[in-house]
């Protein structure tokens, strides 16, 4: 607590300045003796507070401005603009069915997009076991309609990569009524 009557003009420390301005060199022990000699009680604490914020460039006393912890990313959002990663691996995923978790966090971040480890091996694991999505789904079509069994046509065994590559068809005609249509002209022309 400030003293009643003392004014805090920073004299302390500008002549701790004013003395590594002189002696550039000099060690906090030695600026403390020096100023001691001349009147000045100061600790060795002020005096590197003093010396190093200096030193740095940094303003003395007061808080430190906050900094961001991550530049491309808040809390696994994208910022104003950014990539959502875990649609960036799924996107791989999608393409590349046979990648492995190494083969997909390195051909991400070579493209800019900072996933880490965990990242990859929960969003793989999720859309391998299935209870994860995994290709975007129109906006508010229920989960039970994304989810649709296969067709029993053949048998109702479809490995994995045949299911993406249907899905990655249907995405090309433009919808699922599309390719419905597209089956049955297919159907009059045999």
Aim: net charge positive; glycine share 10%; hydrophobic share 35%.
């Amino acid at each position: 607590m400030a003293k009643k009557g003392v004014k805090r003009d920073g004299s302390k420390s500008q002549a701790i300045q004013n003395y590594l301005t002189a002696n550039p060199e000099a060690n906090s022990k030695a600026v403390k003796d020096a100023l001691a000699k001349d009147g000045l009680s100061v600790s060795e604490g002020l005096v590197n507070k003093v010396k190093y914020s200096k030193a740095t460039g940094k303003k003395t006393g007061g808080r430190k401005a906050a900094t961001p912890r991550r530049t491309a990313t808040r809390r696994g959002r994208p910022v104003a603009g950014g990539v959502n990663m875990s649609d960036a691996i799924r996107d791989f995923m999608t393409a590349n069915p046979s990648a492995t978790r190494p083969e997909i966090r390195d051909t991400l971040q070579a493209q800019g997009v900072p996933v880490s480890n965990s990242l990859v091996n929960a969003v793989f694991m999720k859309v391998k076991s299935g209870s994860g999505k995994s290709a975007k789904r129109s906006p508010g079509r229920p989960k039970a309609v994304a989810r649709a069994a296969a067709p029993t046509s053949s048998g109702g065994n479809m490995s994995a990569a045949e299911l993406i590559n249907a899905k990655q068809l249907v995405d090309q005609l433009g919808g699922i009524d599309k390719v419905r249509d597209a089956l049955a002209l297919l159907e009059q022309l045999q």
